[in-house]
């Protein structure tokens, strides 16, 4: 095969240290539209973006030449600093150490994307905590409650 070809979906979970209320909203557009451009400098592009105040989901198409680790890694690090340059965000804001990343197939694509869009409504009903620990049951990953809020 002269070609190596892939498609492979992520669906990329972080919050806040301490999961904090720090996404603002007179800022969250220019974040999604931020992180949407590191994704794309990284050939992963975001398909779509979602956040409340201490959260950020994010769906995209995972490049064949990047681990979702480094993607992670420069998404979460290169918004820190830039938020610490805007304006009514706090010089301290930090994300927390970890993330969570999960497959999404292509027949429940749209799904998640309704349910990345639909965030706000979402967290009237449901912590961040709850909801976490849900898509962690969901794919079965072992944790330890101890360490996952970090």
Sequence with gaps: MPQSLSQIYIHLIFGTKN????IEDHIRDELHRYMATILKNWE???ITIGSVSNHIHILFSLS?????RKIAEEVKKSTSKWLKT???ITPNFHWQNGYGAFSVSQSGLQDVIDYIQNQQDHHRHISFQEEYRKFLQKYNIEFDERYVWE
């Design 44 to 46: 992963s592009p975001a």
């Design 64 to 68: 064949r030449n990047h681990p979702v």
């Design 19 to 22: 999961h904090e209320p720090l």
């Design 86 to 88: 805007k304006e009514g």
